[in-house]
């Protein structure tokens, strides 16, 4: 228990293995008993790795896979023309006891979950048209999974070391748990020179989901396991689908849109009508350019995930072959869906911004540069909730932007900043964006929500072309067509988003503590994490100690204070089955982990949460009060509103005080 408390305390606070080792010997010291190891790797070695993680080796020049065994020094790379004889490796984790460890751990929630999403009828994956379609022609348990790796590769520790993750997500979890840090499984890193190969990489991956979807069982239950989606960006999705990437002609993977040449060499994708592709042609597809080396319709290779019953594909790379069996009820084409964070938010939103403002628009009729001092004037006067990671800046910060700070534009920022400023008909296109990808977001979707945004999005796409010309319109407005069908797929955007995994990618960067390997470094850190997280502590101290140190919680509670009474005054309207007329005043309250304060505690902040939404109703926070239970209660002003979009809205007047 001491030295699994250490641990929790090395991970929690980041510690150098030096500091470890003395906090090793000060136990020992004082406790005057030499109980505890007293160097790192001996500390190290009394948490051995549960899940069997072992080194794929490979040739560093050509990527050439060695097998499990390292090879002998001095070896030849025995791929034609290669002669390196430098190796490297990458490291898999498998997959299966980690599941086993996360459904163990929650299966109250996951089945709590699950009859909420009938219940409430949520729009989660597990109601989306791949699972349904599944369950049709084979009924049972399953465990559904969404994966993902850094296709961008935005983390580089050298210049030519990127580092790529495989990311599993296991989606039976509710939300606030399958996004966890702790619940985001690892199944494999990557860190070496150049991108990999990615049949290479995914190879081990598939071999085990190819197990797996026979079956797993877990205690008394037995589930089948599938994977039901890849998210990734738009660079990552072609390379694992073997398609042409974006700029280049046929590069939509989703739809045979073969985009217009513009500018001499830019392509663009006119607002046109055109097929969508399909799972079975593209397979045969696939198989034909696979054959005569040929790309065709933007295909250039077969797919690591393509789905090929009973069959092993061959897939080439460069001289050499790696077959697998491949996963078999993957989608080739409906499995990659869309990724909202980079193809809204950092492509579309960001784009516009530039457009709006960049001086070499000075003679468009959008054009708001003489305005920016107004616009950032308003911007900087905005006091948004607490919960928002970051708070408006100056104009000049705006090219630092994260996609959390574009959503936030989007959404909240861009109507009050840009209204009559930006002339009515682009103020309007725009919104006719924001509000559709807002609705798209929602946890109860319904098809005819989606129906309705198709229609807005169809609208914004056509309208994009004649507002701002065809040279415009690239990639990323033309997947806004495709978000819709995605929707039915796989519920709500954020059920595909990749702001979850950006968020794990900070996390296991965050492992790495120095340039001897730096992916064992990694993997050996998440392993750590996973041990503390889920290995079970029975000493009831101890489990409260451990709550504690790793607790999130941002805010005290709040209780009755008798030394701060307030008595209600008779103006206020009080529900009927509140009784108690003798309350202590609060200026803040939290209900989870968000807060809740008083309009005149606010107004000197730089965030106000004193604006609250209940039942599709708006009030301002006035007094919260607590009586002798303990029981809190909110004395409001209810706010006359104005619908002016789906996500915007407007007040005029106030009503009288309620409780």
Known sequence: DVLNMILNFYLKYQLTQEAVVQLLKMVNLIVGVKNCPESFEAFAAVFPDPYDSHRVYFCAECQCEYGLTAPPKEMVCPILGCNSTKFDFFIVLPIEKQLKETVSKYKKD??????????????????????????????????????????????????????????????????????????????????????????????????????????????????????????????????????????????????????????????????????????????????????????????????????????????????????????????????????????????????????????????KPFYVGLQLKEVEERLTNIRPPSGFSHYPGKLEDMKKNKAADWENMMFHYFFPCFFEILPTKFLNHFMLLSSSIFELLDTHLTEEQINACELSLTKFVKKFGELYGEESMVFNIHLLTHLPQSTRNFGALWNSSLF?????????????????????????????????????????????????????????????????????????????????????????????????????????????????????????IEQILTDKSNASFIVATKLIITKLFKNMFTYTQKLKLSL
């Open 500 to 620: 979850p995994y950006e968020n794990a990618n900070g996390v296991i960067l965050k492992y790495r503590t120095g340039n001897n390997h730096p992916v064992v470094q990694i993997c050996t850190k998440y392993v750590m994490n996973r041990i503390c997280h889920y290995e079970t502590v029975l000493n009831p101290e101890i489990k409260q100690w451990h709550s504690q140190i790793c607790s999130t919680k941002r805010f005290a509670d709040v209780h009755y204070d008798q030394r701060l009474l307030y008595i209600l005054p008779e103006n206020v309207c009080i529900d009927a089955d509140i009784h108690e007329l003798e309350f202590s005043y609060h200026d803040r309250i939290h209900i989870g982990n968000i807060q809740f304060r008083t309009h005149q505690s606010c107004k000197k902040l730089g965030y106000d949460d004193s604006y609250v939404c209940v039942d599709d109703e708006f009030f301002r």
């Open 110 to 363: 996951i089945q709590d979950y699950a009859a909420m999403v009938e219940t409430d009828k949520l729009s989660d994956i597990s109601q989306g048209n791949m699972l349904t379609k599944i369950k049709e022609k084979d009924d049972g348990q399953y465990l559904t999974l969404s994966v993902n790796t850094d296709g961008a590769a935005a983390y580089r520790w050298t210049l030519n070391k990127p580092c790529y993750p495989i990311f599993v997500v296991l989606n039976n979890l509710p939300p606030r748990i399958r996004f966890s840090k702790h619940n985001i499984i690892l199944g494999a890193i990557w860190l070496s020179k150049g991108d990999p190969n990615m049949c290479l990489f995914f190879k081990y991956f598939c071999k085990e989901i190819q197990t797996l979807r026979n079956g797993l069982e877990i205690g008394e239950d037995r589930y089948k396991v599938v994977v039901l989606q890849a998210c990734l960006d738009t660079v990552a999705r072609c390379k694992v689908q073997g398609t042409t990437q974006f700029n280049g002609k046929f590069g939509c993977s989703v739809c045979l849109h073969s985009g217009k040449v513009v500018n001499g060499n830019q392509i663009r994708y006119p607002a046109i009508v055109v097929q969508q592709r399909d799972h079975h042609t593209t397979k045969r597809i696939m198989l034909e350019v696979h054959e005569t080396k040929n790309p065709k319709q933007g295909i250039k290779n077969l797919s690591v995930f393509l789905a090929v019953p009973d069959f092993d594909i061959v897939l080439g790379n460069y001289s050499r072959l790696i077959v697998l069996q491949i996963i078999k009820i993957k989608k080739i084409i409906s499995g990659f869906p869309p990724d909202y964070m980079h193809n809204v938010l950092l492509g579309v939103v960001k784009m516009m911004w530039e457009l709006f403002t960049a001086s070499s628009n000075h003679d």
